[in-house]
T-cell receptor, first 113, second 109 residues
């Protein structure tokens, strides 16, 4: 069965802290994505990666960075967390590039105080 | 600016009712994705469409490329169908999906 896991379901951090969110998929997918989901705005793409060590900016990359050292693992890093980064963060993966079906992780609800 | 509009935003139905959720978009697309999100966050893929119609159990998805519109139908709705239904489009000239804000469905027993 297809599986995408995320390191935490709930996370509370202080302003200015460095935050790591990790995502692991076991489907040998080439593509991995990080989204944030906010009420009234839908899912917005932060970064995606189509191969190891490759990354591309999505619509809202400011304040975030990513790392993909292994095919199955994609990390989202908040260098210095701010209260406006309080959100639900969702990781997804898919085969190949283009419009392929995406498989989502359970999400991490991050609160920055 | 959201290129994907869903209607209605919220929907309450009685168990057994036929339900329709609509998705309209403004650009030419390569594919449209319907997803389901249950309380707690997990998102599940329902359909990927580029033309015509697809059916899976009680769920039916249709798309009209010329009218830039898709519908998701649920027949014989059940309380377990209560969830947020999300539409996403992949523009012809793009490299990512763009998501609607979702339709929150509640089915009452």
């Amino acid at each position: 069965d297809v599986k995408v896991t995320q390191s935490s379901r709930y996370l509370v951090k202080r302003t200015g802290e460095k935050v790591f969110l990790e995502c692991v998929q076991d489907m040998d997918h080439e593509n991995m994505f990080w989204y944030r989901q906010d009420p009234g705005l839908g899912l917005r793409l932060i970064y995606f990666s189509y191969d190891v060590k490759m990354k591309e900016k999505g619509d809202i990359p400011e304040g975030y960075s990513v790392s993909r050292e292994k095919k199955e693992r994609f990390s989202l890093i908040l260098e210095s967390a701010s209260t406006n980064q309080t959100s639900m963060y969702l990781c997804a993966s898919s085969h190949h590039r283009g419009y392929n079906e995406q498989y989502f992780g359970p999400g991490t609800r991050l609160t920055v105080t | 600016k959201n290129e994907v509009e869903q209607s209605p935003q919220n929907l309450t139905a009685q168990e057994g009712e036929f339900i329709t959720i609509n998705c309209s978009y403004s650009v030419g697309i390569s594919a449209l994705h319907w997803l389901q999100q249950h309380p707690g966050g997990g998102i599940v893929s329902l359909f990927m469409l580029s033309s015509g119609k697809k059916k899976h159990g009680r769920l039916i998805a249709t798309i009209n490329i010329q009218e830039k519109h898709s519908s998701l139908h649920i027949t014989a709705s059940h309380p377990r169908d209560s969830a947020v239904y999300i539409c996403a489009v992949f523009p012809n000239t793009g490299n990512q999906f763009y998501f609607g804000t979702g339709t929150s469905l509640t089915v009452i027993p």
